[in-house]
């Protein structure tokens, strides 16, 4: 089976797709910025699929030296790495630019741009010396040129994430490296959730209706996407959950339309 690093996995987005691939037989290696945090997940994910099959490492991704310890202890662990997944990324809250202190604008744009090349760069020079793999980047809101006042870096950031990933195939046609993209849509992760209850009413009724109708679970979203990845050999592939014409869909269904999602998560 597979051996797979995910960036920031120790909750979200990432800590699902762990899950996902541990449940399939693949080797994970675990990775968050705090250690202690890795190694409570390390020892819960142990215990459920067994330690042969999990390992973890700290890493800061703005940190080219922490991503670079990453691959290695993913390499010591099971030998080689088939599949790396930057997922890491931070969002800054909802705001107007001019409202938006220096430092929070650094630390979108160091970890959501500065952190995913570094750990592209890395990966590919591992993967390039093994002489196989696949990276996979992590799209979110702006990738696809989607506009909403107040995450205007944010949307910036990701929208850098899909010209890079695009870019980079370039470079990649004389190897057996793989660049792809993942976009898992919508998903009701821990940021959103406490975004959403921040919101005046007017713009908390609103954002419920757009929400209950496009968003989605990170349990449902994740077995889908992990499925994808494991079957897809296609470099350049945007692997996408939530594309245009099934949000459309979407909009046009009663049942979408109609249900309570948000109520799950006492909103």
């Known amino acids: 089976m597979k051996t797979i690093v995910i960036t920031g996995s120790t909750r979200g987005i990432g800590h699902g797709l762990a899950v996902e691939f541990l449940k399939r037989g693949c080797s994970v290696m675990i990775s968050g ?28 991704i703005t940190s080219y030296e922490q991503i670079q310890a990453l691959w290695d202890a ?60 696949f990276i996979y980047n992590m799209e979110g809101h702006g990738s696809h040129d989607e506009y909403i006042a107040g995450l205007s870096v944010y949307g910036a950031t990701k929208r850098a994430v899909t010209y890079f990933t695009s870019s980079l195939l370039m470079e990649l046609d004389d190897t057996n490296v793989g660049a ?62 939530l594309d245009a014409e099934k949000a459309n869909e979407r909009f046009n269904s009663d049942e979408y339309c109609s249900r309570d999602l948000l109520s799950q998560f006492s909103l």
């Not at 910025?33 to 459920?48: I, N, P, T």
């Open 74 to 133: 993913a390499v010591k662990a099971f030998g080689t790495v088939d599949i790396w997944i930057n997922n890491a990324g931070v969002t800054h809250p909802t705001m107007n630019v001019r409202e938006l202190t220096p430092a929070a604008i650094k630390n979108v744009v160091d970890t959501n741009i500065t952190g995913l090349i570094y750990a592209n760069q890395v990966a590919l020079r591992g993967m390039t010396a093994q002489g196989q793999g």
């Open 180 to 241: 792809c993209l993942l976009s898992p849509g919508i998903v009701m992760t821990d940021f959103i959730i406490d975004e959403m209850r921040k919101l005046p009413p007017d713009r908390f009724e609103t954002a419920k209706i757009v929400y209950n109708c496009l968003a989605d679970t990170v349990e449902t979203v994740t077995p889908w996407l992990v499925g994808q990845i494991l079957a897809n050999e296609e470099s350049g592939r945007e692997i996408a959950w």
């Open 33 to 60: 910025r705090r250690k202690e945090q890795v190694d409570s997940e390390v020892k819960k994910f142990a215990e459920a699929y067994g330690k042969e099959k999990v390992a973890g490492h700290p890493c800061e």
